[in-house]
């Protein structure tokens, strides 16, 4: 089992549709979150993170988080073309390395 | 213009060959991030330091070596022993603590041929 698990996609959405990326993680004592998106061949650019149960909002994206079902999402609300990307989902554990661990990202298509 | 640099943007070199990566940050950032992303994956963490003079391996820390003499520079060497090299390398810097947002540089793109 991945530490940090995310489906591949692509995920399609129509423009001004709600994206929703999900992702799983396994040490329970992880305590913050993070999502990430990289447009093809740039680096990772942080657009949100989560540390406490429930949600958060910043503009169009919603972060969620159920430390229970170790599961965090991100929504993205009335979808651009602009917003196709790979969404990384990242994670750092209660204990042991001070680094964060990446799933391995959610690829997003929104179709004009 | 605080921020991360990478440099160069692109680097080509010949197999056998040690390789360094400049990563130099201003955002007065006390830990400092390498990472290896192969296409259409994730990224793997190779090496990270938390404090000048200081570092820990990531998860594929072999063939690869660093330094933390400077607070604003962690250079990463990337050795001939490293049997697959060609990749997309990503610094990263961050406060310390497990709440800090982590940062990259806009990467450097090794190609060993």
């Known amino acids: 089992q991945k530490e940090v698990e995310q489906n591949s996609g692509p995920l399609s959405v129509p423009e001004g549709a709600i994206a929703s990326l999900n992702c799983t993680y396994s040490d329970r004592g992880s305590q913050s979150f993070f999502w990430y998106r990289q447009y093809s061949g740039k680096s990772p650019e942080l657009i949100m993170f989560?540390?406490?149960?429930g949600d958060k909002e910043d503009g169009r994206f919603t972060a969620q988080l159920n430390k229970a079902s170790q599961y965090v999402s991100l929504l993205i609300r009335d979808s651009q073309p602009s917003d196709s990307a790979t969404y990384l989902c990242?994670?750092?554990?209660?204990?042991?390395?001070?680094?964060?661990?990446f799933g391995s990202g959610t690829r997003l298509q929104v179709q004009p | 213009d605080g921020g991360i640099t990478q440099s160069p943007k692109y680097l080509f070199r010949k197999e056998g060959q040690n390789v360094t990566l400049s990563c130099e940050q201003n955002l007065n950032h006390d830990a400092m991030y390498w990472y290896r992303q192969d296409p259409g994956q994730g990224l793997r963490l190779i090496y990270y330091s938390q404090i000048v003079n200081d570092f820990q391996k990531g998860d594929i820390a072999e063939g690869y070596s660093v330094s933390r003499e400077k607070k604003e520079s962690f250079p990463l060497t990337v050795t001939s022993a490293q049997k697959n090299p060609t990749a997309f390398y990503l610094c990263?810097?961050?406060?310390?603590?497990?709440?800090?947002?982590?940062?990259f540089g806009p990467g450097t793109r090794l190609t060993v041929t």
């Open positions: 990242a994670v750092m554990k209660g204990t042991g390395r001070r680094a964060l661990t």
């Open positions: 989560i540390y406490s149960n």
């Open positions: 990263a810097s961050s406060m310390t603590g497990s709440a800090a947002e982590q940062y």
